[in-house]
C-alpha cells in the first residue's frame, strides 16, 4: 500500500497519481521511494504495457520537491547525496522499457517539471503552469532540471526559464518544446488514456526498442546513434512480432502481438 500516491490499472494501461493534494503534491522523500516502488510495480506487470503518470486534484501535477524538508539536509554531500537519489528515480523512469506519459493537470515547478522532462511524451491540460523556480529559494535545479531542459528547449530558452523562475502558461510550453500536446483540461485524462492505449496496443518489442534508440541517440553523436539504430533493428528483426507484423500488412489484417 502507498500513502502518497495511487496506482490504478485500466486495461493495459498502469495509472500514477501522486495523491498530496495539500502540499499541491510535492516531492517528500517518502514520495519519491514510493513513486520508485510503484513504478517497479507497473514494470513488472506483464499486463501493463504504459503508464501514465499525473497528480491528484485540479491544481497541481507536482509542485516541486517538498521544500519543507530542505532544512533537514545538514551538509553539502546530503544535499548532493538527496539530488542524486531523485536521478537516479527519474532516470529509471526515462529508460524504462515500457512508455510513460505524463498528464500535468496543473502546477509541474522544480521537481514536477523535472519528473515532468523524465517521461516520454508530455500532455498538459491548458490550465498548467512549468517552470523551474529553484532559483527563488536560492538553490538550482537538482533533480536534472538544468540538464534534461537544456536538451529539450536548448540553452537560450533554459537560461531564461531557469535564471528567472518564472513559470510559463501550457501553451507557451508547447511552442517551445517542453510538452508536447495542450488539451482542455476536462479532456486530459481521455487523452492520455487514449494514447497510453494506442501505444499499448503496439508491438512491445519494438516499442521499447524505440525509445531506447531516441533515449540513446539523443546523447551522442549522430554516426554512434545511426550504429545504435541499425544495431537494435537487427534485434527487432529477429522477433516473431516482426514475422506477424509484415505479415498482417501484407494479408491485410490486424497483427496480434506476442511481445516476443
Ligand atoms: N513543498 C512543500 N509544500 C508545498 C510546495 C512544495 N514544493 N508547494 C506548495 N506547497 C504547500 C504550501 O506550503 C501550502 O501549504 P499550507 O496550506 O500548509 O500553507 C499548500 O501547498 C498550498 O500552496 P499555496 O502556496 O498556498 O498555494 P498557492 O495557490 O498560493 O500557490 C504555488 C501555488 C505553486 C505558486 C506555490 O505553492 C509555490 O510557489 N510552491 C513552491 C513551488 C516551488 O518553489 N517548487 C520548487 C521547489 S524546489
Known amino acids: 500500500m502507498y500513502e502518497n500516491l495511487t496506482v490504478e ?4 494501461v498502469g495509472i500514477i497519481t501522486i495523491n498530496r493534494p495539500k502540499s499541491l503534491n510535492a516531492l517528500s522523500r517518502a514520495t519519491v521511494a514510493e513513486l520508485a516502488a510503484a513504478i517497479e510495480e507497473l514494470n513488472a506487470d506483464d499486463a501493463i504495457r504504459a503508464i501514465i503518470l ?3 486534484g485540479e491544481k497541481a501535477f507536482v509542485a516541486g520537491a517538498d521544500i519543507s524538508e530542505f532544512n533537514s539536509l545538514r551538509s553539502a554531500e546530503e ?3 538527496y539530488a542524486r537519489a531523485g536521478q537516479a528515480v527519474l532516470n529509471r523512469i526515462e529508460r524504462l522499457p515500457k512508455p510513460v506519459i505524463a498528464a500535468i493537470n496543473g502546477y509541474a515547478l522544480g521537481g514536477g517539471c523535472e519528473l515532468a522532462m523524465a517521461c516520454d511524451i508530455r500532455i498538459a491540460a491548458d490550465t498548467a ?3 523551474q523556480p529553484e532559483i527563488n529559494l536560492g538553490i538550482i535545479p537538482g533533480y536534472g532540471g538544468t540538464q534534461r531542459l537544456t536538451r529539450l528547449v536548448g540553452k537560450g530558452m533554459a537560461k531564461l526559464l531557469v535564471l528567472s523562475g518564472d513559470p510559463i502558461t501550457a501553451q507557451e510550453a508547447q511552442r517551445i518544446g517542453l510538452v508536447d500536446v495542450v488539451v482542455p483540461a476536462a479532456e486530459l485524462m481521455p487523452k492520455a488514456t487514449e ?29 554512434a546513434g545511426l550504429d545504435h539504430e541499425a544495431a537494435l ?5 529477429d522477433t516473431e512480432d516482426r514475422v506477424e507484423g509484415v505479415s ?7 497483427p496480434a502481438w506476442k511481445g516476443k
Do not use: H, M, Y
Not at 494514447?195 to 554516426?223: F, H, M, T, W, Y
Open 79 to 81: 544535499a548532493a547525496e
Open 195 to 223: 494514447l497510453a492505449e494506442k501505444l499499448a496496443s503496439k508491438a512491445p518489442v519494438a516499442l521499447r526498442l524505440c525509445k531506447q534508440a531516441i533515449n540513446e541517440g539523443a546523447e551522442g553523436s549522430l554516426a
Open 248 to 254: 498482417a500488412f501484407l494479408e491485410k489484417r490486424k
Open 129 to 131: 503552469r512549468l517552470g
Open 9 to 12: 490499472r485500466k486495461g493495459a
Open 54 to 56: 499525473t497528480g491528484a
Open 233 to 237: 533493428f537487427g534485434v527487432v528483426f
